[in-house]
């Protein structure tokens, strides 16, 4: 087998044959051991209003692996294995837990949390979602799950049902990274879908490429269409930012507003947006 080679066992001397199944349990055991040790860390990113009165912000709180070995590793570098592997489950529901624990100390801001697939098709996601709620004295309507157009492109019976327990709670659900699946629209009929978020993709090179412009203002009004509200992800200029406010999204996310932040610096920030001394 090409794949498999041969690496030094420790302090044994001999050599054994490492195979990437082999790797795969490792990391999968390596990931679960981190969540029992605290090493996952949560931070959290402006989601702002682009339009009306500029209140009521909403938080993402996006993970991070606080690695002993590697330092700060980013989701893209464990996640999609997390997935592959269910450990995702077990780091999903310690995200949830603790984004809803550090948000319930702050001033009325709506809390966005990512749920993988593995999450959303497993039995019991209401009742844990609603335990961890209990738990953190965080209000169900002021949390949104969002979910990518993978996971609810052929969702099973148990899964609708599943979204549409969580929904009658008052919590939302928003598909994220919106355009770059299959973009069958069907399920935003069928699904109890709140918010549409456009992805980053769409967005670079609105304010310098007319055709893209005309792009991301289609995404927007098919949203519209469907009553949900709007969110442009990965706003990092001011230009950017006008042709989205102009397109008519209620919401705007990205490096030009805020990058994402540990929970006391995202703390500090609404302290400061609220205080009266603000100039
Ligand atoms: P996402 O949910 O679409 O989150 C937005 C990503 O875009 C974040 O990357 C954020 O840091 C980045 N971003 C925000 N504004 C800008 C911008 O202006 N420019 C650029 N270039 N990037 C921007 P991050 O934190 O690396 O997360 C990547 C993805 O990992 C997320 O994409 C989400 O799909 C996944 N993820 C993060 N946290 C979790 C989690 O707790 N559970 C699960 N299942 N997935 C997660
Ligand atoms: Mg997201
Ligand atoms: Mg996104
Ligand atoms: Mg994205």
């Given amino acids: 087998d090409a794949a498999m080679y041969a690496v030094k066992r420790s302090g044994r001397g001999r050599y054994g044959v490492y195979t990437p199944e082999l790797d795969i349990r490792v990391r999968d055991a390596e990931m679960r051991r981190a969540v029992e040790n605290d090493e996952f860390v949560v931070h959290f ?28 590793l980013m989701p893209g570098a464990f996640i999609e294995l997390a997935e592959e592997t269910g450990a995702v ?7 949830l837990r603790e984004a809803c624990r550090q948000a319930a100390g702050w001033q009325t801001v709506n809390l966005s949390v990512n749920l993988s697939a593995r999450q959303v098709t497993r039995t019991g996601l209401a009742e844990t979602i609603r335990d961890i709620l209990a738990e953190t004295g965080f209000p169900a309507d002021r949390l949104v799950l969002e979910l990518t ?37 069907s399920y935003l009929r069928t699904l109890p879908v709140s918010v549409l978020k456009i992805d980053r993709s769409f967005i670079t090179g609105i304010d310098t490429d007319p055709d893209t412009y005309a792009v991301a203002e289609a995404l927007v009004r098919l949203a519209k269409a469907y009553r949900l509200q ?15 406010t102009e397109m008519g999204c209620d919401y705007g996310q990205g490096y ?22 603000r100039s």
């Fill in 230 to 244: 709007v969110v442009a992800e990965g706003i990092e200029t001011a230009e950017q930012a006008r042709c989205v």
């Fill in 149 to 185: 157009e993978s996971v609810i492109l052929h969702p099973d019976e148990a899964t609708v049902a599943r979204l549409e327990a969580l929904r009658a709670m008052g919590i939302g659900i928003s598909v994220d990274d919106f355009g770059t699946g299959y973009s069958a629209l």
């Fill in 256 to 277: 030009h507003f805020a990058r994402p932040m540990p929970g006391p610096a995202l703390a500090e920030l609404l302290a400061a947006r609220l205080s009266p001394e």
């Fill in 89 to 95: 489950v077990a780091i999903g529901e310690w995200v």
């Fill in 45 to 72: 990113q402006p989601v702002v209003r682009l339009t009306g009165d500029g209140g009521g912000m909403t938080v993402e709180a996006l993970v991070r692996w606080n690695h002993p070995a590697r330092g700060l």
